[in-house]
């Protein structure tokens, strides 16, 4: 039987896909920013040009199409339960079984997944290098969000990992980039 947990989860994803049916989910302001985090996470060395890239909750893969024109080269996958682009596969991070890659890519996912405990525990074993995390923090989860992320949920969640860049967007709104721990 469902989980109070995931009947909550799901019901936040329909919030998610009503509030954004119809819209251009990345306007012109919104690419430009994600190009910007994405400069810096390859211009610290947290992305090799040639690294495989996982892509949680890739939504329509934008991420994708901005790291080939900043001169990427690698393999990318892409998963996200509720795809909307080709080839993306279907599957919560939570239940991910794909193996390792360099790099993972959390863009904007970690406050609406279903676990949280779990997808961090699985994002900690996948990714052999880096993590790259862009999340609101120590905001009250609203009808379209499951969780508040905190910055001690984080590195709770991912004991591999060292938190080695944080730049604070917005004063709620942080592009997290960590690196395994040697
Ligand atoms: C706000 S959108 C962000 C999409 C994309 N990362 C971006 O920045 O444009 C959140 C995405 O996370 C996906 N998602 C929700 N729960 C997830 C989970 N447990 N595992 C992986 N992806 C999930 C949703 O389907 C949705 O596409």
């Not at 936040?12 to 954004?20: D, G, K």
């Not at 995390?133 to 009808?143: R, S």
């Not at 591999?160 to 040697?182: A, I, Q």
Request: with cysteine; aromatic share 8%.
């Amino acid at each position: 039987m469902e989980s109070g947990k995931t009947y909550r989860w799901k019901v936040a994803m329909a919030n998610l896909m009503a509030r954004r049916a119809g819209k251009d989910i990345h306007p012109q302001p919104v690419i430009d920013d994600y190009a910007r985090h994405m400069k810096v996470a390859f211009n610290s060395g947290f992305i090799g040009f040639d690294d495989s890239v996982m892509d949680v909750g890739c939504g329509d893969c934008k991420l994708r199409d901005i790291m080939s024109k900043l001169g990427w080269r690698g393999t990318y996958i892409g998963l996200d339960p509720y795809p909307i682009a080709p080839l993306v596969i279907n599957v919560k991070v939570e239940d991910c079984a794909i193996g390792e890659v360099d790099c993972i890519v959390c863009f904007s996912v970690l406050d609406g997944t279903d676990d949280l405990d779990k997808a961090l525990k699985n994002i900690n074993s996948m990714a052999k290098k880096s993590i790259i995390i862009l999340a609101g923090l120590d905001i009250v989860p609203d009808k379209c969000h499951t969780y508040e992320i905190t910055h001690k949920i984080l590195r709770d969640g991912l004991p591999d990992f060292s938190l080695k860049l944080d730049d604070v967007l917005h004063p709620k709104v942080s592009l997290l980039c960590y690196k395994r721990k040697k």
